[in-house]
C-alpha cells in the first residue's frame, strides 16, 4: 500500500500531533509520580526535622525540633520562582494570623548568601531564614516551592510542592486550627 504523495504532509503532521501529545501526556503524569512518591517517602522517613540549618542572618543553626511546641511550616524557596516569591506574601500572612503558634523557616535553595541577604533585607519578611541547598538535595525534593508543615511534637502534617493556592493555605489553616495547645 502506497500513500499518495498529497496526502504525506497531512499523514505527517498527524503523527506529530499524536507523538507530541503522548510525549506531554508522559511527562506530566511522569512529575505527578515523582511529586507523589516523594511525598510518600518524606512522610516515611521525616528526618527533616532533625536536620540542623544554618541561618543565613546569624551564625548559629536551628532546626525543626527546637520548636518543639509550635508549629513548624519549613518552606524551600528561591528567588528566581516566581511561585516562591509570591508564596512569601502568603506566609507572611498565615504567620501574622498565628503569630506565636506557628514558626515559618525559609530554607533559601540556589542563592549565595548576599543574595539571600539582599532579599530578605528588601522584603523584611517574619521568618527564619537558613541556607538550603545542601537538604534540597540530600533529600531529592523535586521543585521549589516546596512546604512542609509540622505539628507541635514534630509530626509531619503537610507536605506541598509548587505555588500555594488558597485552598491550600485553608488546608493549613484548618490543621493548626484543629490542633490546640
Excluded at 500531533?17 to 516523594?38: C, E, L, P
Excluded at 500572612?93 to 540556589?110: H, N, P, Q
Excluded at 488546608?171 to 495547645?181: A, F, Y
Amino acid at each position: 500500500m502506497r500513500l499518495d504523495p498529497k496526502y504525506f504532509n497531512p499523514f505527517l503532521a498527524i503523527v506529530a500531533v499524536i507523538a507530541a501529545s503522548f510525549i506531554a501526556y508522559a511527562t506530566i503524569r511522569n512529575s505527578h509520580n515523582k511529586q507523589s512518591d516523594f511525598k510518600e517517602q518524606i512522610v516515611k522517613q521525616d528526618s527533616l526535622q532533625t536536620v540542623y540549618w544554618i541561618q543565613t542572618e546569624a551564625s548559629d543553626s536551628i532546626s525543626i525540633a527546637d520548636f518543639d511546641n509550635h508549629f513548624v511550616l519549613l518552606q524551600f524557596w528561591s528567588n528566581w520562582s516566581d511561585a516562591s516569591v509570591s508564596a512569601h506574601q502568603n506566609l507572611a500572612d498565615l504567620k501574622g494570623e498565628y503569630g506565636r503558634r506557628l514558626t515559618v523557616i525559609a530554607a533559601s535553595v540556589g542563592l549565595q548568601k548576599e543574595e539571600a541577604l539582599s532579599y530578605i533585607g528588601k522584603h523584611k519578611l517574619p521568618f527564619y531564614h537558613v541556607a538550603g541547598s545542601r537538604q534540597f538535595s540530600s533529600f531529592t525534593i523535586p521543585g521549589v516551592p516546596a512546604h512542609f508543615l509540622y505539628a507541635p511534637g514534630g509530626t509531619l502534617e503537610y507536605v506541598s510542592l509548587g505555588a500555594l493556592d488558597n485552598n491550600q493555605i485553608d488546608s493549613l489553616k484548618t490543621i493548626i486550627d484543629g490542633s490546640h495547645e
